[in-house]
């Protein structure tokens, strides 16, 4: 990966081995109404108790304010304290009340100081990202249609489940004696499908100049965070697998260790490229929203392949319509049918300014179901990682801006590929021309 880097500052006595996130509060404060409108445009679930400490970050700052002045009094008269005393050593016994007394008063300060720059820590960090003014209220918007249909007509019969059971592509029933429900086993021609999906996207992104990545699936509970995946999501879900007696967690989306390649780093962002990593998601609350339970749609472990930028700020608007355009063009190439769409302020997770989602029409489900998603976080992630680059015009070091999109989330595409694609006369799945070098050039399932 062409991405140069120099190690920056390593530990933190507040966390673990992250060093502390250095927030712009000043600039917070300045666009207090848009931070607001945020929080209660995502309605996330602590918005009361959001809104509540968002109204006291002015005050907080200005008692920062107040006892740095305190503090400089404090430090003042004690220099001059010591001074006196070197001049005349007679007077040491009756500035020594006065020096302990002022030594007491700065640990007090700096103990309350230290309080309320944690209290504004955790303001700061629990704040969503800035939404993005194009970005709707409550309902998305249609961004364009991709291979559109004159009729979107549902049709039981082209069930995936139905359909890939009775074929012998998949396997709920065993898997969920092993492991439990929403796991399951690809077999025969379905795990042929799955290697088929990965193969095409991850060639389709090496030719849109991307850098394949194979990155861990466990990383530490701090990067977890850092990138916006809080213990619980604005559905009151948890979304995360956290391994019992460590600090660890499984990765819900290859995004968490991929933005993490930036961990700690100043890129070059004039040399680094995108990268196209592979691996195994897991979700810790599969299908718990009371809907999609059975199938594919909604699992605890799949595998995806997904994309990450990192991009100059006044460059990452156009590069989120790079990320559509190829996402755009997967799905126009696999011959699904489907709509891009401008999501809503209240489907965005925190970290996202902007976000794309793609859906497509599977008739077995009778609706259009998402299969990616491409999102702007600006320096949401980044300020948690501290990843930066130089900025050639100042010379001064700046956050960079991270974006993701998903690249091929594979159940969804095999649940999309077979119901759109089995044919009832003949009982036979035609297999979209672009995955068939990746099948042994089958043509029909």
């Known amino acids: 990966m062409k991405m140069l880097i120099k190690r920056q500052l390593h530990i933190s006595a507040c966390l673990q081995f992250i060093r502390r996130p250095n927030f712009d509060v000043k600039g917070i404060i300045s666009k207090l109404p848009s931070y607001v409108d945020s929080v209660k445009g995502r309605e996330l679930v602590v918005s009361d108790e959001l809104l509540s400490q968002l109204n006291q970050l002015q005050n907080k700052q200005q008692q920062i304010g107040d ?14 304290i010591e001074s006196e005393i070197k001049k005349d050593k007679s007077s040491i016994v009756q500035l020594k009340t006065e020096l302990k007394n ?3 008063k700065f640990q007090n300060f700096m103990a309350e100081q230290n309080s309320i720059k944690d209290s504004i ?26 291979n559109p249909k004159a009729e979107y007509k549902p049709d039981p019969i082209r069930d995936h489940h139905r359909i890939m059971v009775k074929k012998h592509l998949v396997d709920f029933d065993t898997a969920a004696s092993v492991t439990g429900t929403s796991w399951y086993y690809l077999i025969n021609e379905g795990a042929m499908l799955e290697q088929a999906l990965v193969q095409y996207a991850c060639k389709k992104a090496r030719s849109w100049g991307y850098k394949l990545c194979l990155p861990p699936s466990i990383v530490r509970n701090e990067v977890i965070n850092a990138c916006g995946f809080r ?49 195994r998601s897991y979700r810790a609350e599969a299908g718990s929203r009371g809907r999609d339970t059975k199938g594919l749609y909604r699992v605890h472990e799949f595998t995806k392949v997904e994309l990450l930028h990192w991009a100059k ?29 401008n999501m809503p302020m209240n489907d965005l997770g925190s970290p996202a300014y902007k976000k794309y989602d793609i859906e497509v029409w599977m008739p077995g489900r009778g609706t259009f179901g998402e299969v990616s998603s491409a999102s702007n976080c600006t320096d949401y992630q980044s300020r948690r990682l501290n990843s930066k680059f130089e900025d050639k015009s100042t010379g001064k070091l700046n956050y960079v801006h991270t974006l993701n999109g998903t690249a091929m989330a594979v159940p969804r595409a095999i649940i999309a590929i077979v119901e759109n694609f ?23 399932i």
């Open 67 to 80: 006892l740095n002045k305190e503090i400089s009094y404090v430090q003042t008269r004690r220099k001059q």
């Open 102 to 104: 002022l030594k007491e």
């Open 121 to 146: 820590l955790e303001t700061c960090l629990s704040l969503p990202n800035l939404v993005h003014p194009d970005v709707p209220k409550t309902d998305p918007e249609i961004v364009h249609w991709i």
């Open 231 to 279: 213990p619980r999501d604005m559905n009151d879900e948890r979304q995360i697998f956290h391994l019992s007696e460590t600090k660890l967690g499984l990765t819900a989306t290859a995004e968490i260790p991929l933005a993490a390649l930036g961990l700690e780093k100043t890129i070059d962002i004039e040399r680094s490229t995108p990268v196209v990593g592979v691996s």
């Open 313 to 341: 700020p006044e460059e990452s608007d156009a590069t989120l319509e790079k990320l559509r355009a190829f996402q755009t063009e997967i799905i126009t190439e696999l011959g699904l049918s489907g709509k891009v769409l």
């Open 422 to 444: 089995y044919e009832p006369s003949t009982e036979r799945i035609t297999i979209p021309k672009p995955l068939r070098p990746y099948m042994d050039n089958m043509e029909y």
